[in-house]
């Protein structure tokens, strides 16, 4: 008896180790929804992947639409707090975007997984209702930077007046949501980040006619 009081105490708390079993069932069920879909994905594989029992899984999520949603919203977690700490030192519409834009390029290529389950959502949606109710509050959160992005543009006057602000708002998350899901197709992160390059040259050139050139230097008047 006194052994095991022993080895108890010397091993990790109760909590941490239930801490880790549910993240590795997180990151293993990220990779198979990825991968395979929802319909096609198992606790079987999901359990394979993460080395545990198929009944381990139901002691942490009840219910396959559960242990999404949970994924979905770890993920979401990560990459907007890697992007707020991104836009952090940046001031202007311009170099917040860019910033934006090279935390995806390190994010995909550090883990490419986390790409290939956020661009599937969409389509898991429309085909699974269930799920819509479960991830709508994480799929808001993109509408929600470019929003954020636009609002603090637009109140420091970098916006040429003209350019309906929902307009913009549209165009920075068509942006950030096709390189993502060109990120998924190509399997091609040097490829990525070259195109994202590109577009951030584009950004700051003051000869490019793009539509995503709309934030000018203040206008007369404006601090």
């Known amino acids: 008896m006194a052994s095991k009081t022993q080895a108890r105490k010397l091993g ?13 069932l997180l990151a293993a069920a990220r990779r198979c929804f990825g991968a395979n879909g929802f319909d096609r994905t198992t606790n079987a594989q999901i359990a394979e992947v993460a080395g545990l029992t198929s009944a381990a899984i139901y002691h942490y999520f009840p219910s396959k ?39 995806s390029v390190r994010i995909n290529r550090d883990d490419p ?5 956020v661009v599937d959502v969409a389509y898991e949606v429309q085909h699974h209702p269930e799920l819509d109710e479960v991830v709508r509050p994480q799929r808001e959160r993109a509408a929600g930077l470019a929003k954020r992005l636009c609002d603090d543009a637009y109140a420091r006057g970098e916006i040429r007046d003209g350019i309906p602000q929902g307009a913009l708002e549209d165009l920075l998350s068509v942006l950030l949501s096709g390189l993502l899901r060109f990120s998924t197709l190509v399997n091609n992160s040097p490829r990525h980040a070259a195109a994202v390059e590109v577009l951030k040259g584009m950004l700051r050139s003051s000869d490019t006619c793009s ?3 709309l934030a000018s230097e203040a206008r007369p008047g404006r601090a």
Request: charged fraction near 30%; glycine fraction near 4%.
């Open 113 to 117: 997984t986390i790409a290939g389950f």
């Open 65 to 103: 639409i559960d242990l999404y949603a949970a994924v979905f919203e770890e993920v979401q977690n990560f990459i907007y707090s890697q992007i707020d700490e991104g836009l952090e030192p940046h001031e202007n519409l311009v170099d917040r975007f860019a910033a934006a834009l090279d935390v």
């Open 12 to 24: 990790r708390p109760r909590d941490t180790a239930s801490e880790d079993t549910r993240a590795r």
């Open 211 to 213: 539509p995503a050139v």
